[in-house]
């Protein structure tokens, strides 16, 4: 069975600053899909990033960039310029390629922003 | 375009009571699935609903059911409650099983 975990219960930054949250999972599957998730206190889930396995490029959107590391089975996610609208939980998650949508959570870090 | 909905938004039940959550997809998606949020954890998979059938459970044991209507929306059954039960529970639908998962914002409940 896949797992995720995520080391960081806590993290906190500085608005302006550059933090980068950790997560690693195992699998022994070659081919599947990593996200992150950002989970405001308003409880929406919102998918912050995708990252396939087999693309060998980080993905970036916007503010937000991966660091994945497939033979480590690392993803970390890097929020540059941060704004205290990323204040959140943030959950890594897994998913198979191959059969259904089910998604495998890590224990989540939760962002703190100091203005 | 409405997103995925969920109601009721906040549920307090006893132990040993049944209760019933709703969950309506995203315009167009034909798949729901359900999660547990426990406070202070990630969600974990209770099942997932495609063609009004049961396509993947999780472990969870069968006091946990659900259905999927011709609409494509869904329902999470508990039966029996245990405190253990309260969590964030959580609907999320897709394009069809491997589609992109958008959430809805959950159903609280709380066991007393």
């Known amino acids: 069975a896949q797992t995720v975990t995520q080391s960081q219960p806590e993290m906190s930054v500085q608005e302006a600053e550059t933090v980068t949250l950790s997560c690693t999972y195992d699998?022994?599957?070659?081919?599947?899909?990593l996200f992150w998730y950002k989970q405001p206190p308003s409880r929406q889930m919102i998918l912050v990033i995708r990252q396939e396995a087999y693309k060998q490029q980080n993905a970036t959107e916007n503010r937000f960039s991966v660091n994945f590391q497939k033979a480590a089975k690392s993803f970390s996610l890097k929020i540059s310029d941060s704004q205290l609208g990323d204040a959140a939980m943030y959950f890594c998650?897994?998913?198979?390629?191959?059969?259904?949508?089910?998604?495998?959570f890590g224990q989540g870090t939760r962002l703190t922003i100091n203005p | 375009d409405a997103g995925v909905t969920q109601s009721p938004t906040h549920l307090i039940k006893t132990r040993g009571q049944q209760v019933t959550l709703r969950c309506s997809p995203k315009s167009g998606h034909d798949t729901v699935s359900w999660y547990q949020q426990a406070l202070g954890q990630g969600p974990q998979f209770i099942f997932q609903y495609y063609e009004e059938e049961e396509r993947q459970r999780g472990n969870f044991p069968d006091r946990f059911s659900g259905h999927q209507f011709p609409n494509y929306s869904s329902e999470l059954n508990v039966n029996a409650l245990l405190l253990g039960d309260s969590a964030l529970y959580l609907c999320a639908s897709s394009l069809n099983r491997q589609g992109r998962p958008f959430f809805g914002p959950g159903t609280r409940l709380t066991v007393l």
């Open positions: 699998t022994s599957e070659s081919d599947y899909y």
């Open positions: 998650a897994y998913r198979n390629i191959q059969g259904a949508q089910k998604l495998v």
